[in-house]
């Protein structure tokens, strides 16, 4: 059939290629391993100023569209058996952003996590240094946690004025303030600290480190993330911005990661 209009045209087009994509994604998620698939994985979600100027629209557009694909990404985990889920919301770095740029963007996060935790469907736990945040946010972080912190579905870690080196730092500035209060001398706790010391006040205490760390939109760096748990995490760089992220490209980060034969060093 020759279509009457470009509009039309494209609208055929635009049909045909979400059949092949749904096809192809069918194909490469009944081709995946499911004993293989990634328990924890961490998700830079890097891309969302470039996407929406790409498309024409503001750094706010941008930063809504990525929210909102944050379902489905869990709606994805959920399908393939991913029992921990730690999306990087908000770095310690961001926060030194504009004002105009920062505030909506808080706004948006709010918005998300509030959305997360009424769903009922997801267990919301915050990972970041709170003090940092605005008094708002920190409300609304802590209420996600308080009604959502025991549901029996994906864990989903909201990493929110979260980095790195500052979860570290936290972690060992606790451990000391715990040993002290204990009685021990720093002489006694540096003849006896060990790895798993300092792990047992992380953010993510109690919880697997991650198996894989996705970042999207081409850059291939961590950033901070996740410093410690991801000493022997796999990586997948993808390059498409966040918003525009499929279940297709999910699929592929999965196989890709079942693919890797994990050695631990040895």
Not at 25 to 47: C, F, M, N, S, W
Not at 94 to 122: C, F, H, K, M
């Amino acid at each position: 059939m020759v279509p009457d209009s470009p509009k039309e045209g494209l609208a055929i087009y635009n049909k045909l290629r979400n059949l092949v994509y749904r096809l192809y994604a069918r194909r490469v998620e009944y081709r995946l391993d499911t004993d293989q698939v990634p328990k924890h994985i961490g998700v830079i979600l890097d891309g969302n100023r470039r996407w929406a100027r790409a498309s024409g629209g503001t750094a706010e557009q941008g930063h809504q569209a990525g929210a909102e694909k944050i379902r489905e990404l869990l709606g994805w985990c959920e399908e393939t058996d991913v029992k921990v889920v730690t999306l990087w919301l908000l770095s310690t770095d961001n926060l030194n952003r504009a004002e105009n740029e920062l505030l909506p963007l808080l706004g948006i996060i709010e918005d998300t996590v509030r959305d997360l935790a009424d769903a009922g469907r997801w267990r919301v736990h915050h990972v970041g240094q709170l003090d940092l945040l605005p008094d708002r946010t920190q409300q609304v972080l802590k209420k996600a946690e308080e009604k959502a912190g025991h549901v029996d579905g994906v864990l989903v870690n909201v990493a929110v004025g979260y980095g790195g080196r500052q979860e570290i730092t936290d972690a060992v500035r606790s451990l000391l303030a715990d040993r002290a209060a204990g009685g021990t001398s720093l002489d006694e706790l540096a003849e006896t600290l060990t790895v798993e010391d300092i792990s047992k006040h992380l953010y993510t205490r109690g919880q697997p480190d991650p198996d894989l760390v996705i970042r999207t939109s081409g850059e291939q760096r961590l950033s901070g993330f996740m410093l410690w748990q991801s000493a022997h995490s796999e990586y997948y760089f993808c390059e498409v911005f966040w918003p525009a992220f499929r279940k297709v490209d999910f699929l592929r980060a999965i196989r890709d990661y079942a693919a890797r034969h994990r050695r631990y060093g040895n």
